[in-house]
């Protein structure tokens, strides 16, 4: 992919494009990249999200794209902002893995896996279809996202590269 084509997405943040573009992240371990696609719109979206739910922020203004439960609800605004249309928009996701090794199960420690699970739950209560997803394991990917084709490109340096 072209370089001068990259639109950053920073931890904790999230990026919307039309037409042209390719969104990237850096640094997923525990995190979660989640990705919204419009085909039809050629709209993209990507959220690095940190943690599940802003039930647990503490900072003094939310910072949205942070968490799961809000960071999907702004991604599509957006998007629909763009021209995106719910009804057809996909979703894929990569990350949340298990960066370290814990004694005991708490479920404070599984940030990836509840990373996961919340994105989840999210766009099924936006009935938002999961078309692909990279997760899990116990090392960090880097994520691109073509606004053209829709193709998401997983690098890692244990798994090599992947396309979803």
């Not at 009804?87 to 990373?115: H, L, V, W, Y």
Request: net charge positive.
């Amino acid at each position: 992919m072209i370089q001068d084509n990259y639109i950053k997405v920073g931890m904790a943040d999230l990026n919307v494009t039309h037409l042209t573009g390719v969104l990237k992240t850096t640094g997923l371990g525990s995190c979660v990249g989640l990705t919204l696609y419009d085909a039809r719109a050629k709209v993209a979206g990507m959220a690095h999200v940190m943690l599940p739910t802003s039930e647990i922020a503490r900072e003094g203004k939310l910072n949205i794209a942070k968490y799961a439960d809000t960071a999907l609800p702004d991604m599509i605004r957006k998007m629909e902002e763009l021209g995106a249309v719910i009804g057809r928009m996909e979703a894929k996701m990569a990350g949340g893995a298990q960066m370290f090794a814990f004694g005991g199960s708490s479920d404070t420690m599984r940030i990836g896996p509840r990373n996961v699970e919340s994105c989840k739950e999210m766009l099924k209560r936006y009935a938002i279809p999961l078309k692909a997803e990279d997760t899990g394991g116990n090392y960090g990917r880097t994520i691109e996202f073509d606004c053209v084709t829709g193709v998401l490109v997983i690098r890692s340096v244990q798994q090599g590269v992947k396309e979803l």
